[in-house]
């Protein structure tokens, strides 16, 4: 992975840096009910207000899709935000123009400042050089720490590293470097554990980990999809059966790369998609007509977890099952289970990342004890496919 700068590179002291976070958090009613990113992205902050930064901090919130709208506006992330880091945080009502130049001016050394939601202006996502030179007038220096957000070419994720001098903030380096670790330069064998519904939406990133693990788990609904194109009898189990020929593809790119795909080889069938139905484990290739597979069989758990064990490392994308709705979170929550006491046991290096990946492996009560747990969800799949995230290269050139 090439180098860049980090916060040990900048001198800091009595200059503005505009740090780039995603505090795009879940909220209800507004209230976080989730303050993870927050929290994360809180030690950057700490350390560049300690050396005596005015610290600015740039994020997005929802999708306001260029327009100012109340529901999307930060102001319910100061009180948090201010929890976070201790300290007492100054908020202005735009990112750019009076409003946000004023209240940069009244800052004084070690002071932090959060801007208003940077998708009110449709600038930031068009990443359009007068709205880049808007924001970048803010600002002395450039930190980019929102890896969750890489995946986007927009103003405050690329443009400005364009025109400041840039550097990673350590939440952007920590998942960098987690992630370099589990895939780029590994420890091998290398498991990957992959779930969803769709293998439409996950083709490109199964293209590339079966270049580039040693063992691959295909769990979820989309597992259903590869046993229909083995000419398993999968019911009325949800499944892309137009893509069977692409199925078929990846698992003859995985035999030519010599990565060992594990399928299911028994599933918990249901005839309705509901909390708590009748349940019956059957073989995955002989589902009954009136049958739909919910989850991984406790045989494919058993077989999944042999295979870890002789793994030093796993990265993991997605649940097996349809966890969310009792008790087909059971695959799901005894892999991850396993997955932690081999990390605990300093057998394993376990990084995970990605959409419903987190909330899984919470409910199984895994997540602190994984090596890492990514903040990101569309650029941890974004790079798993192999992509070059745009807010990453821009810090490196
Ligand atoms: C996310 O939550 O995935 C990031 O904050 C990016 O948000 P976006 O998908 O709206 O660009
Ligand atoms: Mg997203």
């Excluded at 795009?24 to 927050?38: E, L, Q, W």
């Excluded at 600038?123 to 970048?136: H, I, R, S, T």
């Excluded at 788990?217 to 069977?244: C, D, H, P």
């Excluded at 295979?307 to 979170?329: D, H, I, Q, R």
């Amino acid at each position: 992975m090439p180098k860049f700068r980090t916060l040990d590179d900048l001198s800091v002291t009595g200059k503005r840096v505009l740090v780039r976070c995603d505090l795009n958090v879940p909220m209800k009613d507004g209230k976080v009910t989730d303050a993870t990113r927050i929290e994360r992205s809180a030690e950057t902050l700490k350390q560049l207000s300690a050396k005596g930064a005015k610290v600015i901090v740039l994020s997005h919130f929802g999708r306001p899709k260029g327009k100012r709208a109340p529901e999307f506006s930060q102001k319910p992330l100061v009180d948090p935000l201010a929890k976070a880091l201790g300290r007492k945080v100054a908020f202005a009502e735009d990112c750019v123009g009076p409003a946000a130049e004023q209240a940069v001016k009244a800052l004084k050394d070690g002071d932090v400042l959060l801007l208003e939601n940077l998708r009110f202006h449709d600038g930031e996502e068009a990443n359009d050089a007068a709205f880049v030179k808007q924001l970048a007038s803010l600002g002395d220096l450039y930190v980019n720490d929102a890896f969750s957000a890489a995946h986007r070419a927009h103003a405050s994720t690329e443009g400005v590293a364009h025109v400041l001098p840039a550097a990673a903030g350590r939440l952007m380096q920590a998942e960098l470097d987690h992630l370099q670790a589990a895939l780029e330069n590994p420890k091998r064998p290398v498991m990957a554990v992959v779930g969803g519904a769709k293998v439409s939406t996950k083709l490109d990133l199964l293209g590339n980990l079966v270049g580039k693990v040693d063992r691959l788990v295909i769990g979820g609904g989309m597992a259903n999809t590869f046993l229909f194109a083995q000419g398993a009898e999968i019911g009325k189990s949800l499944a892309e059966r137009e893509m069977a020929d692409t199925a078929r593809q990846i698992l003859d790119k995985a035999k030519a790369k010599d990565c060992k795909i594990l399928l299911p080889v028994d599933a918990v069938v249901a005839a309705e998609f509901k909390p708590n139905p009748p349940i019956e484990t059957v073989a995955a290739n002989a589902v009954p007509k009136d049958k739909m597979i919910l989850d991984v069989g406790p045989k494919t758990v058993a077989a999944i977890i042999a295979e870890m064990k002789s793994c030093k490392t796993l990265v993991w994308n997605g649940p097996l099952g349809a966890f969310e709705t009792p008790p087909l979170e059971k695959a799901t929550v005894a892999v991850a289970k396993e997955a932690a006491a081999l990390t605990k046991a300093k057998a394993l290096l376990s990084v995970a990342g990605g959409g419903d990946t987190v909330a899984a492996l919470a409910a199984a009560g895994a997540e602190e004890q994984f090596s890492y747990v990514s903040t990101a969800g569309g650029a941890f799949l974004e790079w798993l496919e192999g992509k070059e995230l745009p807010g990453v290269a821009a810090l490196t050139r």
